[in-house]
């Protein structure tokens, strides 16, 4: 079945990085576009960067310039480099893909910038 699984989530400092990746399975990923979103607390889950299946890339206005979004095929998976990290990118991250009008959400991984 299809499944995409986070990973590289922490507690990291202020202006500091980290890469998030997605695994994913049981979809013909070289076909798919891949998202990732973030939800803060008391917050509505909002996108934050997207790649198509041929390496369009597309973020939103808060994280352009410090996150870069890309994909490697060969190993199924989608990566969420994050830089210059501010607190208010503390959010879980979310990897989303769609196929035939479904959406699949992997668990989140959870991401703390803090001093």
């Known amino acids: 079945q299809v499944q995409v699984v986070e990973s590289g989530g922490g507690l990291v400092q202020p202006g500091g990085s980290l890469r998030l990746s997605c695994a994913a399975s049981?979809?013909?990923?070289?076909?798919?576009?891949m998202s990732w979103f973030r939800q803060a607390p008391g917050k509505e889950r909002e996108w934050v960067a997207g790649?198509?299946?041929?390496?369009?890339?597309n973020y939103v206005d808060s994280v352009k310039g410090r996150f870069t979004i890309s994909r490697d095929n060969a190993k199924n998976t989608v990566y969420l480099q994050m830089s210059s990290l501010k607190p208010e990118d503390t959010a879980v991250y979310y990897c989303?893909?769609?196929?035939?009008?479904?959406?699949?959400w992997g668990q989140g991984t959870q991401v703390t910038v803090s001093s």
């Open positions: 989303r893909t769609d196929i035939g009008g479904r959406a699949y």
């Open positions: 049981g979809m013909i990923f070289v076909n798919q576009g």
């Open positions: 790649i198509s299946s041929n390496y369009r890339t």
